[in-house]
């Protein structure tokens, strides 16, 4: 599986982006997904994870109630949709993934296997 992101932008304080992450291959439904941000001067950090089937997500405190994390294992492709965005969202957001079908979604970067390159999400206030 090789991961493409996108949809990343300029999006003004309380506005929404939704980000896709495109995999390759014929068996993403057997990959857990994550994505993850890093902000200059700043470790990179969990967001949001979703199992294999889409039965269990995660999210980072600092975001949930605003961001999702759907899955569409038709298209390959796993969504970040972000709302109520705030300027400390500003960050680069990367998705990564792992095969695995284990049902307690994955919230720590190194257990993730394969990673995007990266989509840059900016939030002016």
């Known amino acids: 599986v090789q991961l493409q992101a996108s949809g990343g932008g300029l999006v003004q304080a309380g506005g929404s982006l939704r980000l896709s992450c495109a995999a390759s291959g014929r068996t993403f439904s057997s990959y857990a997904m994550g994505w993850f941000r890093q902000a200059p001067g700043k470790e990179r950090e969990f967001v949001a994870a979703i199992t294999s089937s889409g039965g269990s997500t995660a999210y980072a405190d600092s975001v949930k109630g605003r961001f999702t994390i759907p899955r569409d294992n038709v298209k390959n492709t796993v969504y970040l949709q972000m709302n109520s965005l705030k300027p400390e969202d500003t960050a680069v957001y990367y998705c990564?993934?792992?095969?695995?079908?284990?049902?307690?979604?994955?919230?720590?970067?190194?257990?993730?296997?394969?990673w995007g390159q990266g989509t840059q999400v900016t939030v002016s206030s």
């Open positions: 990564a993934s792992k095969l695995t079908r284990t049902t307690v979604p994955i919230t720590t970067a190194p257990r993730y296997t394969i």
